[in-house]
């Protein structure tokens, strides 16, 4: 019997995920990762509650489960490169990273040491072999599908994987969770970052980095207001700047930490915020190899169309990306997620 790990997070997708491995006859594990513990006890974690939930969820489905502590390696591997990105005025996607160094990385290792052949959660994802190796393919439900977020994830990571939802769309994982009788058959879906939970973003970075109040000025000079400190905002952002006036909406552009300004613009089409081109470094591709450059689809965030576009080599791990549509806030820190077709090729990090 082939012995597979899975992450249960409390969640009810990773439930049904569980439930799938058991019914396909797999000798199945549950693991509930603790990642985060430096303020477990505030109003805001949820790591009692969801820890309990996956216990309860395995023992309806009579699977064992443990739980492990993670947090020094999310810590040392995540938590503190999310800090530098922010201190060097980038907005980072720490899940991202949580993905390829941690849930794959820390708890993979974790597992082969149980004795297990694959690990497996409850991503929305799919994997298809081909001559060169193993490929991420996005998922049947295309408002789900998670392979933007698992981009990094290498040959080694991705062929020790299971993706027991990659052909389910949400509803029907609801619906299965609700015939089982799961007792989170009804819980909402997690958002936001593991570590900040529910509370206020700034609120949370406040305890970490110091505070620089400055000037909120539009392209050409003129001060419009003031910020709260650069690490609060992130190109596009709309909501919380406190400008008011007549005409059009106004946007964050642009951040120069030289003179701690935040730029900004009005209207949502603003030249400044519409770019062609980008550059991404920290290249990573789950065939362990660069693709040919040329002709492709990317997204510069989550919830986003592809845009096609063209790519060329700048050298080994930095390339350009030229779209053929001006594409809109492209975001430094955020990630570049590389597709042909239906495959997730890998990307890099937007310089």
Not at 6 to 27: P, R, T, W
Not at 227 to 242: A, E, S
């Amino acid at each position: 019997m082939t012995k597979v790990v899975i992450g249960m997070s409390g969640g009810v997708d990773s439930s049904v995920a569980a439930y799938l491995l058991k019914e396909q006859g797999y000798d199945v594990i549950g693991i509930f990762m603790q990642n985060w513990e430096d303020d477990d006890n505030d109003g805001y974690c949820t790591i009692k509650t969801d820890s309990m939930d996956a216990i309860a969820v395995a023992d309806v489905l009579g699977i064992d489960i443990e739980i492990v502590n993670f947090a020094k390696e999310y810590k040392e591997r995540v938590f503190s490169y999310f800090l530098k990105e922010y201190q060097a005025g980038r907005t980072p996607n720490p899940d991202i990273l949580c993905n390829s160094e941690i849930k794959f990385k820390a708890f993979l290792d974790h597992a082969i040491n149980l004795g297990a052949e694959f690990v497996a959660t409850g991503h929305y994802v799919s994997k298809q072999t081909t001559t060169h190796g193993e490929s991420l393919i996005r998922a049947v439900d295309t408002n789900k599908d998670q392979s933007y977020f698992l981009y990094r994830l290498n040959q080694h990571q991705i062929s020790h994987s299971i993706f027991p939802l990659g052909n389910l769309v949400k509803p029907d994982v609801r619906k299965i969770a609700t015939k089982l009788n799961l007792p989170n058959a009804t819980k909402k879906d997690s958002t936001g970052i593991c570590f900040i939970g529910e509370r206020p973003f700034r609120e949370f970075l406040q305890k970490y980095m110091p505070t620089k109040i400055g000037k909120m000025v539009t392209p050409d000079g003129k001060i419009v207001g003031e910020h709260q400190g650069l690490m609060y905002y992130t190109i596009g952002q709309r909501k919380g700047l406190g400008i008011g006036g007549q005409g059009d909406p106004w946007f964050v552009a642009d951040k120069n930490l030289a003179t701690n300004e935040l730029i900004v613009v009005q209207g949502h089409n603003h030249p400044l915020l519409l770019k062609r081109e980008l550059i991404a470094d920290q290249l990573s591709f789950g065939l362990n190899e660069l693709p040919q450059s040329g002709r492709y689809t990317a997204k510069t965030r989550y919830r986003m169309q592809d845009a096609a576009c063209k790519i060329e080599y700048l050298n080994e791990s930095t390339m350009k990306v030229v779209f053929e549509e001006p594409q809109w806030a492209i975001t430094p820190g955020q990630s570049l997620v590389l597709y042909n077709g239906e495959i997730c090729l890998g990307g890099g990090i937007i310089n």
